[in-house]
């Protein structure tokens, strides 16, 4: 059973970056994107980044600008570089592979942005 693996959440203030990673514990394949999710208290989870197979990135728009998504193929891993953050960026970040019919998920690492 595949399991992906965050780490780098946090506390920040206001205005300030962090980096967020996640790792698959074994090569996946049939690949179709993959990207991080954000789930705020009392709301629905919502795309935040992804990256296709073919390297589109798609950014939700209160994000642009300010993340960046990115990833490495061989370590089976994707990167998350935010800066400027905000106190409504609080939330839990989940990231995701989508591997043919199948969704994988992490177990989610907590931002909470505040001074």
């Known amino acids: 059973q595949v399991q992906l693996v965050e780490s780098g959440g946090g506390v920040v203030q206001p205005g300030g970056s962090l980096r967020l990673s996640c790792a698959a514990t074994?090569?996946?394949?049939?690949?179709?994107?993959v990207g991080w999710y954000r789930q705020a208290p009392g709301k629905l989870r919502e795309l935040v980044a992804a990256?296709?197979?073919?390297?589109?990135?798609n950014y939700a728009d209160a994000v642009k600008g300010r993340f960046t998504i990115s990833r490495d193929i061989a370590k089976n891993a994707i990167y998350h570089q935010r800066t400027t953050l905000k106190p409504e960026d609080t939330a839990v970040y989940f990231c995701?592979?989508?591997?043919?019919?199948?969704?994988?998920w992490g177990q989610g690492t907590q931002v909470t942005v505040s001074s």
């Open positions: 995701n592979f989508r591997c043919g019919p199948n969704d994988y």
């Open positions: 074994r090569n996946m394949f049939d690949i179709y994107s």
């Open positions: 990256i296709t197979s073919g390297g589109s990135r």
